[in-house]
């Protein structure tokens, strides 16, 4: 098997730590988590100032130009300046939609959406991008499905996230897709960053304030994701919490964008894909092992969650890892 290429489209002045993400994620060898691994390859431009550079002045080689684009698996557009958003590179433009056609996968960091949106791929499809940027975005373009909460949408074969932080969140999210939970969770403990967060943008367009008790909930959360296999129930959370039941889902909320059975729902789903993934056990004792209490729970959730059932995510992910570890041909 051939390495997944992942084609990252830089210009000029694109912010540097949205550029590191994905080079941090698909750029350095992990193929002892999935063999084969991907492979990032730099696409731009040369100007008469030589090519595209950070803002910070660090010079970005880009041994691609945008016409390698669709050639690649995963197409990623970069989050670019104000000037590239106001006025994309016809030659970008012109690549991603030929990479579109060809059925890649096509990804935007941050405000990389403008370049989707200008290319037309986005009309009629759920997008977002950073927050600072949604009144101008949705005016710019009406066709979008705009929507300024999420810190990515996954509508298939386009995927868009928000700014800066986001891109950690969907980057993981596509390793997730592409090779499980368990390897998405690896990546995540060796950058040192939370294998997935909860909620959405909303909680950072402003500060919290500090009647959300945050340390209180980073204590509550941790001590609940320990004990998914139990009963949990969200009175037992607001007494772990000092609150009361209906003050501790008010700011739930405000502190995660969801509820807190919701919440459990979502990791115990999780825990389950993991099992799923590493373990032989069978159905039924994944579900008791993430707090489902039967296989027909179990089976009930998972698929309202992943749209599939647990064999079937089960059969996908030892397949895959199977041919991961069968020999190379040439």
Same mark, same amino acid.
């Given at each position: 098997m051939r390495p997944h290429i992942v084609a990252l489209a830089v210009t000029d002045a694109t912010p540097t730590f949205e550029l590191a993400v994905p080079c941090e994620v698909f750029g350095i060898d992990r193929s002892d988590l999935a063999d084969p691994w991907y492979q990032v390859r730099l696409c731009g431009e040369s100007g008469p100032d030589g090519g595209p550079r950070t803002p910070a002045g660090l010079a970005i080689p880009t041994p691609y130009g945008f016409d390698a684009l669709p050639a690649a698996d995963t197409v990623i557009v970069a989050a670019c300046a104000r000037p590239v958003q106001l006025a994309p590179p016809a030659a970008l433009l012109a690549a991603v939609r030929a990479a579109h056609d060809r059925g890649r996968r096509i990804v935007s960091i941050c405000t990389g959406a403008y370049v989707l949106a200008a290319a037309g791929l986005l009309d009629g499809r759920r997008a977002t991008t950073h927050w600072m940027n949604a009144v101008d $975005?949705?005016?710019? $373009?009406?066709?979008?499905? %705009?929507?300024?909460?999420?810190?990515?949408?996954?509508?298939?074969d386009i995927l868009t996230s928000a700014g800066t932080g986001a891109a950690v969140d969907m980057c993981l999210h596509l390793v997730r897709r592409d090779h499980g939970a368990a390897v998405a969770n690896e990546v995540a403990r060796r950058? +040192?960053?939370?294998?997935?967060?909860e909620g959405g943008q909303s909680q950072y367009t402003r500060p919290v304030p500090r009647a959300v008790h945050g340390d209180e909930f980073a204590a509550v959360l941790q001590w609940a994701q320990e004990r998914l296999h139990e009963p949990l129930t969200v009175p037992e959370l607001a007494r772990r919490a000092g609150l009361g039941e209906r003050t501790f889902a008010?700011? %739930?909320?405000?502190r995660l964008g969801t509820t807190p059975l919701q919440w459990l729902l979502q990791q115990r789903v999780r825990l389950a894909q993991e099992l799923l993934e590493t373990t032989d056990e069978p159905v039924e004792r994944v579900a008791h092992a993430a707090g489902f209490g039967s296989a027909a729970n179990l089976r009930h959730h998972f698929a309202? +969650?992943?749209t599939i059932s647990p064999q079937t995510y089960r059969h996908v992910f030892r397949r895959r890892a199977a041919a991961q570890l069968s020999p190379r041909t040439s």
């Open positions: $975005f949705a005016h710019r $373009f009406p066709a979008v499905d %705009f929507t300024p909460s999420p810190l990515y949408t996954d509508d298939g950058m +040192v960053v939370p294998p997935h967060r008010r700011r %739930f909320r405000e309202r +969650v992943t």
